[in-house]
């Protein structure tokens, strides 16, 4: 399966789920590709920035012919996550054409929920020429117990695509993590990393359902 991460927002969180989803599918024992779109770099950085080799596979690849080039890569992987630059552009559609699931993370504001839409129309347009691709919103930064919180799920629903049930919550153990670490190589049974692997778990459970 590929899932694309994609948000015309900047700094809604694709890189961070991205290098999570990556992470918590590759601990389930599956070979992961994660593709780096977003000429900016952020997953190659992360990956550069460990010591250690990551537990999945990181390359860059910031082609226009992703749709085309991705399914001869994604044959020796089980699951390939591609992270995606916040402009409209050439790039950002490639990578939803090549998707068979598209996450777009929102975070708990009326500008972000605003702001989907416009990568809802990129959806639309890519659907138009391959009618199967499936996409979700994930609420991203989710501040617990707030009204916020809450609201923007109802917000969401607007829209005429699912949000899933785990949320990602604003926590600073993410914020760390960009310095090349996954949430659940700090602690493997911090909230965080319960809440990864919860969405990860879900994201496979949906995608067996035939109709979503
Ligand atoms: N759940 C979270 N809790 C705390 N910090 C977060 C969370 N998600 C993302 N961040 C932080 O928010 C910032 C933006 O996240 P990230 O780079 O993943 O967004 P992005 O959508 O990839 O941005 P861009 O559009 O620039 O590519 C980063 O500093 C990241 O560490
Ligand atoms: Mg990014």
Same mark, same amino acid.
Not at 59 to 83: C, E, F, Q, S, W
Not at 156 to 166: V, W
């Given at each position: 399966?590929?899932?694309?991460?994609?948000?015309l927002?900047?700094?809604?969180?694709?890189?961070?789920?991205?290098?999570?989803?990556?992470?918590?599918?590759?601990?389930?024992? /599956?070979?992961?590709?994660?593709?780096?779109?977003?000429? @900016?770099?952020?997953? @190659?950085?992360?990956?550069a920035?460990?010591?250690?080799?990551? &537990?999945?596979?990181?390359?860059?690849?910031?082609?226009?012919?992703?749709h085309?080039d991705?399914?001869?890569?994604?044959?020796d992987?089980?699951h390939?996550v591609?992270?995606?630059?916040?402009?409209?552009?050439?790039?950002?559609?490639?990578?939803?054409?090549?998707?068979?699931?598209?996450?777009?993370?929102?975070q &708990?504001?009326?500008?972000?929920?605003?702001?989907?839409?416009?990568?809802?129309?990129?959806i639309?347009?890519?659907?138009?020429?391959?009618?199967?691709?499936?996409?979700?919103?994930i609420?991203? /930064? /989710?501040?617990?117990?707030?009204?916020?919180? /809450?609201?923007?799920?109802?917000?969401?629903?607007?829209?005429?695509?699912?949000?899933? &049930?785990?949320?990602?919550?604003?926590?600073?153990?993410?914020?760390?993590?960009?310095?090349?670490?996954?949430?659940?190589?700090?602690?493997?049974?911090?909230?965080?990393?319960k809440?990864?692997?919860?969405?990860?778990k879900?994201i496979?459970?949906?995608?067996?359902?035939?109709?979503?």
């Amino acid at each position: 399966m590929i899932i694309t991460l994609s948000s015309l927002k900047g700094g809604s969180g694709k890189s961070t789920l991205a290098i999570h989803l990556a992470h918590a599918i590759a601990l389930s024992k /599956r070979r992961v590709l994660l593709v780096d779109a977003d000429p @900016q770099g952020s997953a @190659q950085g992360w990956s550069a920035a460990r010591e250690e080799k990551p &537990p999945f596979t990181v390359i860059g690849m910031a082609r226009n012919t992703l749709h085309r080039d991705l399914p001869d890569i994604a044959k020796d992987y089980d699951h390939v996550v591609i992270d995606t630059p916040p402009r409209v552009s050439a790039l950002a559609r490639t990578a939803i054409l090549a998707a068979d699931l598209v996450l777009i993370p929102v975070q &708990p504001s009326s500008y972000d929920v605003w702001a989907a839409s416009e990568t809802v129309i990129l959806i639309d347009e890519a659907q138009g020429f391959k009618p199967d691709i499936k996409a979700a919103f994930i609420i991203n /930064r /989710r501040i617990p117990n707030t009204v916020i919180g /809450r609201d923007v799920e109802e917000a969401l629903s607007e829209y005429d695509l699912p949000t899933l &049930p785990q949320a990602i919550a604003q926590r600073v153990a993410f914020s760390e993590s960009s310095s090349g670490h996954t949430v659940m190589e700090m602690s493997a049974t911090s909230s965080a990393s319960k809440e990864v692997l919860k969405f990860a778990k879900d994201i496979l459970k949906l995608m067996e359902v035939k109709k979503w």
